[in-house]
């Protein structure tokens, strides 16, 4: 009787390890895809909540847009702090041989040629430069000339090798202008 029952439950084992192994089968992919699609769902949950905040806050946004503030401060640090435009061509000057003599570069010559005009809110102040140095001395000299305050800017680059085709320290002849803006005081 006991070998009858054993049998009897070793073919319902063999009967259901198929069925078993197949629901596995089935069942495994179908719980990662429910798993995958619930992690999705409460992605696109989360970055529709997301939305309706940044949407609830565009008024506001559209406030502060149309009423923006002047910082008053940082606007005047543009501009050469001077009383004159001749006191502001010398600061200009004074900048340029500061920096020439930092990087150990040859200032020969600066000049103011600026021109005056009075119809504008602002005064653009121009020296033109000449002077001798290598290569890396002049754009570092050129990066702090315009990355500093006030806003500057160099125009006619002209750059000029001397002696022969092999570069040496010190054999370059350089020529640019610099300008900045002066704002009229009122």
């Known amino acids: 009787m006991a070998k009858i029952c054993q049998r009897k439950c ?7 390890l198929p069925l078993l192994m197949v629901a596995l089968i089935i069942l495994i992919p ?3 895809k429910i798993q995958f699609y619930d992690q999705t769902a409460e992605t696109n949950i989360q970055q529709i909540q997301r939305y309706h905040r940044v949407n609830q806050s565009l008024p506001q946004l ?19 702090d001077a009383r004159t435009p001749a006191l502001a061509a010398a600061k200009l000057q004074r900048t340029i041989k500061r920096l020439v003599n930092k990087y150990h570069a040859t200032l020969e010559s600066t000049q103011n040629i600026s021109r005056n005009n009075k119809k504008s ?12 140095g290598d290569i ?7 990066y702090d000339l315009e990355s500093g305050s006030p806003s500057l800017f160099v125009d006619n680059l002209v750059l000029r090798l001397r002696g022969g085709r092999k570069i040496k320290k010190g054999t370059l002849s350089i020529s ?3 300008y900045g803006y002066q704002q009229v005081k009122k």
């Open 10 to 16: 070793s073919a319902i084992l063999w009967l259901l």
């Open 30 to 32: 179908w719980y990662h």
């Open 62 to 80: 559209r406030q502060q847009l149309s009423n923006p503030i002047v910082d008053k401060k940082a606007i005047q640090k543009q501009y050469i």
């Open 121 to 132: 809110d602002e005064i653009k102040i121009k020296i033109k430069t000449r002077m001798k």
């Open 136 to 142: 890396s001395t002049l754009s570092t000299i050129l």
């Open 176 to 178: 640019f202008e610099l």
